[in-house]
């Protein structure tokens, strides 16, 4: 190890025990014992108080003051942690105040160069995503709760924009963040299976009193992602699309669909979709491209999407809008 991180390293063993000799700190990272006297003589000259407790079964020792002191980190890490809590607080992440709280104090024990360090590292990245209100927070916050404590719960959800709520007693299993959407895998009580809903589109929630067990193995993740894919696979009955269009929108498209990929070049694709997909679902994705990509077959797709296109068209040319309010 180099130097710095010997000399952490020192810290990091005193503050874990009672007190460490310098033959135990030497073995430990394999350095002479000189060598060991003459880092921790310069982490007292930093500042660091270590005590050197005299005689036959002495040692070194941290006071108990220092040992619970926050934590050191490089400059590195502390860009790292700070930028993580930017795509956190981005992200709608629920305990931003916390992290806010937590970040404050690193920032209390840093120097001069750290903080100008971290300053011109901070002003150079910015994260934007949607904005995400207080009930989301609430029921984040929520959710989190009851998935560590295997609380179940009941709640009204809103299926689809214009739809009214429907109760729901689920067993929460995770949390999963995805695309600006946050997300609760839950065994629903209704239906007897597991199901995902958007915490965007619960509008209740509350304590049923009851407590479940969550399956030691599951990820929230690893499931949604294998759910994500099986709606993408090929289900019979199926067809191949031909795509073709610029690199990277190619390779944006080719990402979202690689579990039905079937064949790639530059700036071509064929997939495998399933039928029903293709008819339903696929012709508004393949639009949101624009003029990036062109369906070259089949043609029963190309027909969707200019029906899409007609039915968009028509929509604007017939529908005016004054001051926000449609007439």
């Not at 700070?82 to 916390?98: L, V």
């Amino acid at each position: 190890m180099a130097k710095w991180d010997n000399m952490l390293a020192i810290v990091w063993l005193l503050r874990s025990r009672n007190s460490m000799t310098a033959e135990q700190l030497s073995e430990r990272l394999e350095i002479s014992v000189r060598t060991v006297y003459r880092y921790i003589d310069a982490l007292c000259a930093s500042g660091v108080p270590i005590v050197a407790d005299p005689g036959h079964d002495g040692g070194y020792h941290l006071p108990k003051s220092f040992r619970e002191a926050p934590l050191f980190f490089n400059l590195n890490e502390l860009k790292s942690l700070f930028h993580a809590a930017s795509f956190a607080r981005g992200a709608g992440y629920p305990y931003e105040k916390d992290l806010s709280h937590a970040l404050e104090k690193i920032q209390q024990n840093l120097n001069y160069k750290q903080k100008a360090y971290l300053d011109r590292h901070m002003s150079g990245l910015d994260v934007m995503f949607s904005q995400h209100d207080e009930l989301m927070h609430r029921w984040l916050k929520q959710l989190e709760q009851t998935v560590a404590e295997g609380q179940t719960i009941d709640m009204f959800y809103d299926k689809r924009k214009g739809e009214g709520p429907v109760e729901r007693r689920i067993d929460p299993y995770g949390l999963v963040y995805r695309q600006n959407y946050w997300y609760v895998v839950a065994f629903c009580h209704l239906r007897q299976e597991l199901r995902t809903f958007r915490i965007d589109r619960i509008s209740y929630l509350s304590y049923s009193g009851l407590f479940f067990e969550r399956p030691s193995d599951f990820s929230a993740s690893k499931y949604l992602q294998n759910q994500w894919s099986f709606e993408w696979e090929a289900k019979e009955p199926a067809t191949m699309i031909h795509v073709r269009g610029i690199p990277e929108v190619m390779d944006y498209l080719c990402q979202n669909m690689h579990h039905c990929l079937m064949e790639r070049g530059d700036e071509e694709a064929h997939f495998k979709i399933n039928v029903e997909r293709m008819e339903n679902k696929l012709p508004a994705f393949l639009l949101s491209f624009g003029t990036g990509i062109q369906v070259l077959e089949p043609q029963a797709l190309r027909n969707k999407m200019a029906e899409k296109a007609r039915q968009l068209a028509n929509y604007y040319e017939t529908n005016e809008y004054l001051d926000g309010v449609e007439r």
